[in-house]
């Protein structure tokens, strides 16, 4: 296992546009998770190659007892899918919700062959229907790493995303000009990423070079910080 701490990201959006899309690599990535601004428990993502070109992506996020208390907030979700060229293909999905009285458990599987998916537990009975699926559709950790993978300066992005029975379409828009990103005493010279077809509900990704995983994601509602993950770590596996 190779240690690659954080450090600040050198140059800028020229530079940055003058680089090949980062290859699909193995790595183990620490966050911060901040809830409205304060912090509010840790969050790991992590990629694994499975042999071959099946892969699996995983996040967790863990909070303190009061994290834990808001519903959907401590989760664990994992995607197997196969990389086939630049091209993410999705196989199967689980999601566990962990709330104070109760919790959620969520399988689905993407079959390829029947241009279907569906999805099984506990979920509602208006998407337990089987969804019909495109080429190039993700699920939603999938796009995490699609956003790393296609992230330019001033370009534009979309995504169909099939996950938990049913269909989402994601617009992003990439910002001409890299920003700095302080998390704690490192910074990132960043590219933002921002969602511009999810009216109150955004989406925001931080995308630096050399980096395998977004450097902050955050979510915000109405105009408000709610979720925050902020990278504090991570080291890519041989």
Known sequence: MTSLLPRAILTGALALASLPALALEPFVATYQ???EGKLAGSAKMQVVQNGGNRWRVDLGIRGTRGFARLAGLNIEQ???FDAVGDAYRPLSQ???KHALFSGKKISGTYDWNALSARWQGDVKKTRSAPVPLRDGDMSSL???LA???DAQPGKSLSYRVVDDGRV???QYAVADQTEIVAVDDLSYDAMRVARTNGGNDETIFWVANGVP?????LRRENGQD??????VEYQGVQ
């Open 168 to 170: 989402r379409d994601y």
């Open 226 to 231: 709610t979720i925050d993950l902020r990278l």
């Open 94 to 96: 689980a999601t566990i």
């Open 33 to 35: 998770a901040y809830n």
């Open 213 to 217: 995983t977004p450097v902050r994601i």
């Open 147 to 149: 956003v790393i993978r």
């Open 142 to 144: 999938l796009m995490n």
């Open 78 to 80: 994992s995607t197997l």
